[in-house]
Each structure stands twice: as structure tokens, then as C-alpha cells.
């Protein structure tokens, strides 16, 4: 099963297991990370934003035209800024790495 490590604005790490196929926000929300996820992964607010690790954001896949969209509504953007209900995991993202928006 694969894990995230979640980093909180205050610094601190929350490592989070979870099945295949959870996404970041699922992970993040039900951890009680701060992360909303008020559209309940539908694309539609962006209220699950987070930060990828830029070792990480590659391999979670380019965000698609939608998810651009809606990241314009999200505060404190960064180059590797992603919509956590858009990450899905899987082993091949095992010890990804994301720090949540201190704005959501």
C-alpha cells in the first residue's frame, strides 16, 4: 500500500497509508490534514489544493485543462500546485511527498 507524507504549514509530517486508488484529497481529509475537499473530488472548487514535492511532480502527471482551471481559484499557486483529488495513488507514487496550502 502506499504511503504520502504530509506536510502541514507548520512544518510538521503526517505519513498517511493508504489503498490503491485513494486520492491525495481522500488521504489529506480523512487524516484531518486540513485539506476540505468541499466538491468531494468532482472539479469543481479547490479546496484540496496542494503542493507537490518538485521531486515528486512529474510523476504524478502534467494537471489537465479543467484542473488548471480551477487552480486559478486557489490560493498561494506554486509551479507544482495540483488539485489532490487529481492525484490518484498507486505504488508507483508510494512515499509521495505534498505540502498542504496554509490557505485552504
Not at 490503491?20 to 481529509?29: D, I, P, S, Y
Not at 468541499?38 to 479543467?66: Q, R, Y
Amino acid at each position: 500500500m502506499p504511503n504520502i507524507i504530509f506536510t502541514k504549514p507548520d512544518g510538521s509530517e503526517h505519513n498517511v497509508t493508504v489503498e490503491n486508488g485513494v486520492t491525495v484529497m481522500e488521504a489529506g481529509r480523512d487524516a484531518g490534514l486540513g485539506i476540505e475537499g468541499t466538491c468531494g473530488g468532482c472539479l469543481s472548487c479547490a479546496t484540496c489544493h496542494v503542493i507537490v514535492d518538485p521531486d515528486w511532480f512529474a510523476k504524478t502527471g502534467a494537471p489537465g485543462e479543467d484542473e488548471v482551471d480551477m487552480l486559478d481559484l486557489a490560493f498561494g499557486l506554486a509551479q507544482t500546485s495540483r488539485l489532490g483529488c487529481q492525484i490518484e495513488m498507486s505504488d508507483a507514487l508510494d512515499g509521495l511527498r505534498v505540502t498542504v496550502s496554509e490557505d485552504i
